[in-house]
């Protein structure tokens, strides 16, 4: 089984998967996040849209096929603020997306809101 994408350490399949499958729902903000990077590394546009909160969700996403995502780290995880680094490859290098993000929850699920650069 291949590790989850989003640096767990678990198998994506004991990890992740069952959340981007909709099997069952992320527990927590950082639960949700983690899935949420994991969907952008395996392509998973549908999971991102499906949690997005329909207050902030755009009609459609088109992931960039050129980025390869490499690692998460997540800084800081309370309340409904998640605060991670996000390390790519794309054609012209590697860099990185530090982002502090917001979660709601709706009908006892939770939904990403928006995020803000730091």
């Given amino acids: 089984m291949p590790d989850c994408p989003c640096g767990s350490g678990s ?18 903000p950082e639960e949700l996040m983690r899935s949420r990077y994991t969907a ?10 499906r949690t997005w909160h329909p ?12 980025l390869t995502w490499l690692s998460l780290q997540v800084v800081a995880a309370g309340g409904d603020t998640v605060e991670f680094i996000a390390r790519y490859r794309g054609p012209t290098g590697r860099g990185f997306q530090r ?3 917001r979660f ?7 939904f990403y809101v928006d995020g803000t650069a730091s």
Avoid at 55 to 66: F, H, Q
């Fill in 99 to 101: 982002e502090v993000s």
């Fill in 11 to 28: 198998a994506l399949d004991a990890c992740c998967g069952p959340v981007l499958s909709g099997e069952r729902v992320a527990g927590s």
């Fill in 104 to 110: 709601a929850q709706r009908a006892g699920r939770w």
């Fill in 40 to 49: 952008f590394a395996v392509g998973d546009a549908d999971h991102l849209l």
């Fill in 55 to 66: 207050r902030t969700r755009p009609a459609r996403l088109t992931l960039d096929p050129e």
